[in-house]
C-alpha cells in the first residue's frame, strides 16, 4: 500500500478485555515498529521485527503484551487482560532498506 | 542507552516570528537525530534528519535543524512561523538512520498566535 495502515483506529476495552491491533507496513518494508504513546508524551519503543523475526522487544511493558509478525508482513499487537493504564495510542512503523521510518495513524485505546 | 530532552512542553509564537524548539541528546555511539511533526489524530510525519555530512540540515515546510556535537543539541528553527506550523514537534535518536528504534523526547507544543 501507499502507506502505514493500522486498524482500528479507536478501540474502547472494558478492563480485563483482550484487544488485538492490526498494523499493515508498506509492501516490502523489512523493519516493523510498534510504539506506545501516552497522552501528552512522546512515543515509547515496544518492540521491533525484522522480517517475522522479533529481535527486540525489551519495551513491552508486561507479559500481558505480546506482538507477532508471523509471515513478515502483516503484525498484531495483543494486548490480555487489559488495564486503565493501557489507555495510549498505539503506532506502528515500517523502514525498508534506505527508506527511513514512516508511520501510521495510530490506534487510540480506551480502556474504561 | 540514548536520551532526548526538549526543553518546553509548550512554546507560542507570533505569526511571523521566529520559531525555535530545543532538542539536547544523549548517545554513546555517533547520533543520527530526527524532528517529527504531529498533527492531531494523525501519525509522526518526518520533517527532517541527520544523518552525517553537512551539520545544518533542511527540511519540509522551512524547518531546518542544527547538528552541534559539542552541545549535543539538535534545535529546529523556522524563520517565519505560519499558522499552519501549529502542532506538536518531536525530538528523536537512533543508533541508525533506519531500521532500529527511535527514541523520541516528550514533545514540544507549538502555538502559533495570529
Known amino acids: 500500500g501507499a502507506g502505514v495502515s493500522q486498524s482500528p483506529r479507536y478501540k474502547v476495552a472494558k478492563r480485563g478485555q483482550d484487544v488485538a491491533l492490526r498494523c499493515d507496513p508498506i509492501?516490502?518494508?523489512?523493519?516493523l515498529f510498534w510504539y506506545q504513546q501516552a497522552l501528552g508524551q512522546g512515543p515509547e519503543f515496544l518492540t521491533y521485527?525484522?522480517?517475522?523475526?522479533?529481535?527486540?522487544k525489551s519495551g513491552l511493558p508486561s507479559d500481558r503484551f505480546f506482538a507477532e509478525r508471523p509471515e513478515g508482513s502483516v503484525s498484531t499487537l495483543k494486548i490480555q487482560r487489559t488495564q486503565q493504564e493501557d489507555s495510549a495510542v498505539y503506532l506502528c512503523?515500517?523502514?525498508?532498506?534506505?527508506?527511513?521510518?514512516?508511520f501510521g495513524s495510530g490506534t487510540r485505546l480506551t480502556v474504561v | 542507552a540514548q536520551s532526548v530532552t526538549q526543553l518546553g512542553s509548550h512554546v507560542s509564537v507570533s505569526e511571523g516570528a521566529l520559531v525555535l524548539l530545543r532538542c539536547n541528546y544523549s548517545?554513546?555511539?555517533?547520533?543520527?537525530l530526527f524532528w517529527y511533526v504531529q498533527y492531531p489524530n494523525q501519525g509522526l510525519q518526518l520533517l527532517l534528519k541527520y544523518t552525517t555530512g553537512a551539520t545544518l540540515v533542511k527540511g519540509i515546510n522551512g524547518f531546518e535543524a542544527e547538528f552541534k556535537k559539542s552541545e549535543t543539541s539538535f534545535h529546529l528553527t523556522k524563520p517565519s512561523a505560519h499558522m499552519s506550523d501549529a502542532a506538536e514537534y518531536f525530538c528523536?535518536?537512533?543508533?541508525?538512520?533506519?531500521?532500529?528504534?527511535?527514541?523520541f523526547g516528550a514533545g514540544t507544543i507549538l502555538r502559533v498566535k495570529s
Open positions: 521485527f525484522q522480517n517475522e523475526a522479533q529481535l527486540d
Open positions: 512503523a515500517s523502514s525498508g532498506t534506505n527508506y527511513g521510518y514512516t
Open positions: 528523536a535518536v537512533s543508533r541508525m538512520e533506519y531500521g532500529n528504534k527511535l527514541v
Open positions: 548517545s554513546s555511539v555517533p547520533p543520527y
Open positions: 509492501s516490502g518494508h523489512v523493519s
